[in-house]
């Protein structure tokens, strides 16, 4: 029977079944008599037919065999629509590797001469790695993997001539006759080349996942460190202001101990001064008995000196306040012109000495201040006690007030001998003398000025001097307060660093000139 | 003499203040009496029933509002003359003011007549 398979290709042999079908019609074959034409049965014994019959038997068993050809091609001619248009390349080898058949699909793909190909051996046709190359019928690599299993898979490449591949997941399975017994090998083709590149695209995308992936952990774990690098810089930035916030409590503390030094200091000092004038005066004022001419000359001197030790002690005081910051200054609403009087009656006994006629200039509409009035009545004093020193008898010092813009300007003009151009940036500097060394001819350590800079300065208003330095011509010392009231004059002042200024000490040549105009 | 129906108390921890002003008050005419400190001010004040004190502001021992407070509803009542180095401002010279006894304040170191003022002024008000 297996010898008509190799004889010629699937249509060709289908003949061939039918004629061997009806040779075994003739000999009897109960398996389709009983399968295709049940009723048959009551007609089984030959004996009780006679020839007619036996005729007509025939003609139906013909009639049947016909009908049974055609159902056989037609079922043929599907199985062989399947076997050739199916997806997979097949190919069926004998026993013996002889090709049996090729379908259209392996012809195609592997462009092979069907008719020339079968009954081939199958190694003339095929070139497949999984064979030894020297393949024999007793050494076939895929029989011997079939005498294990019933089928095997394997895959091959196999390249083309454009340099392009293709990849095939081959099935090895045997196939079994009539009786059960292999008849050969079942080659089945899968093309997987477009899995295969979906599942290489598959893995190089899982491949570039992981990258990122690895990346990203990388990634994390440099962000980590940067969070824990971070996170240590911040500890750091605490601890360092934690530091900084205990230097200030101690800078503080340093500063409320500096305040009542300051205090102490100025109760220590001036206590036994309130003593000693206490007494002078009691003295002078014969409260403790007479008193002759000389003691009362020396106890003028001594008052005249206590003063003096008195106000440079207060001089001091001032400084190391205003330097500190913890001067005190005490705001109150102040009508300009009146402190003005106020100063002109307290200084007129001081220049009476000299015979220093002392002239007030005021304009009419002076306006009403928020200052510490005994601040700056101080620091016009000051200027006032100066001009008096520096003053030859019987000249005047006038004071000037007027109102310009949005500030208030003060000024004490004396016919004194003038400041040197070059000394008059230094004047307000502490400790400044005019006068230095062996040449001085006045008393004083150079305090007041410096002390009322301070003081104007802490009011937000300015002070300079102007003078062209020849004797007789004099001086003019102005000092500028704002017009507008301050609120929290307190906090202002403590805000103002009196002594920093030095820079821009006294570039006023500009206001200088301005006022000169109105002078 | 002229002041003696008047006692004045001089409490100074600064013995030769207190002396001075004490000379002073004496030669002014009132009958004197001096303190060191607060709590031997506080201990004399009943016997020595004073119409005027002058209270440094600044002395070892009680602080001058702990004075005032101890002082706040005492017989007899006198009036206070505080003696400080240290200015004060419209607000703080109020609050001094309306702490207890305190007529008024001088400020070291003071004028001779100005405190003979100050205090005179104080011993003969109502």
Known sequence: ?519 | MKNMSKKVMVVDDEPDLRQMIDLMMQKEGYETATAENGMDFLNQIDSFQPDVVTLDVMMPGLTTKEILEKLNGMEPNPKIILLTVVRFSDEEKHKILEMGNVVDYITKPFDFDELIDVVKKHAFAE
């Open chain 1, 1 to 519: 029977m297996s010898s008509c398979y190799i004889t010629g290709d699937w249509k060709e042999s289908k003949m061939n079944i039918v004629e061997e079908l009806r040779l075994e019609e003739k000999n009897g074959f109960p398996n389709l008599k009983k399968k295709r034409n049940p009723p048959s049965k009551k007609s089984t014994s030959p004996n009780q037919i006679d020839s007619s019959k036996k005729n007509k038997q025939l003609e139906i068993t013909s009639k049947r065999l016909e009908y049974l050809t055609k159902d056989m091609e037609k079922t043929l001619t599907e199985l062989d629509q399947i076997f050739n248009n199916g997806s997979n390349a097949m190919i069926v080898l004998n026993n013996n590797f002889r090709i049996l058949r090729i379908n259209d699909t392996f012809a195609n793909i592997f462009n092979v001469d069907k008719s020339r190909s079968l009954g081939k051996r199958c190694d003339e046709v095929i070139k497949l790695n999984f064979c030894s190359e020297k393949c024999s019928e007793q050494k076939c690599s895929i029989r011997n993997a079939l005498s294990e299993k019933g089928t095997v898979e394997f895959e091959e490449q196999i390249d083309h001539d454009d340099g392009s591949y293709s990849l095939y997941r081959i099935t090895a399975s045997k196939y079994y006759g009539f009786d059960q017994k292999v008849q050969g090998v079942i080659l089945s083709y899968l093309d997987v080349t477009q899995i295969r590149k979906d599942q290489e695209r598959l893995q190089k995308m899982n491949d570039e996942l992981l990258k990122a992936r690895e990346e990203t952990e990388d990634y994390v774990a440099l962000l980590e460190q940067k969070t824990a690098a971070l996170e240590l810089t911040n500890e750091k930035l605490y601890e360092s202001e934690e530091k900084i916030r205990k230097q200030n409590i101690k800078l503080q503390k340093l500063d409320e101990l500096k305040s009542n030094f300051l205090n102490v200091t100025s109760h220590e000092l001036r206590t036994p001064m309130s003593s000693i004038k206490g007494y002078v005066q009691m003295m002078t004022n014969k409260m403790l008995g007479e008193v002759s001419d000389e003691q009362q000359k020396a106890l003028q001197v001594i008052m005249r000196n206590t003063n003096r030790l008195d106000n440079l002690i207060q001089d001091i005081l001032d400084i190391s306040r205003l330097e500190s910051g913890t001067m005190k200054f005490i705001a109150e609403q102040t009508n300009i012109g009146e402190m003005i009087k106020e100063i002109e009656e307290t200084m007129s006994s001081a220049s009476n000495e000299k015979n220093i006629s002392l002239r007030v200039q005021c304009s009419d509409e002076l306006p009403t201040l928020v200052i510490d009035k005994d601040r700056i009545k101080q620091v016009i004093m000051n200027l006032i006690n100066n001009s008096v020193k520096f003053s030859q008898e019987n000249t005047i010092i006038t004071i000037y007030a007027f109102s310009k813009g949005n500030e208030t300007i003060i000024q004490v003009k004396d016919q004194g001998r003038g400041i040197p151009k070059e000394k008059q940036r230094h004047v307000f500097e502490t400790f400044y003398q005019v006068d230095s060394g062996m040449d001085r001819t006045f008393g004083g350590a150079g305090l007041g000025l410096a002390i009322s800079r301070g003081i104007v300065m802490a009011h937000g208003g300015n002070i300079w001097v102007d003078s062209s330095g020849i004797k007789g011509e004099g001086t003019t010392f102005s000092i500028s307060l704002p017009n507008e009231p301050v609120e929290n004059i307190e906090e202002r002042f403590k805000q103002v660093d009196v002594f920093k200024l030095e820079s821009d000490n006294f570039d006023n040549d500009l206001k200088n000139k301005e006022y000169d105009e109105k002078e």
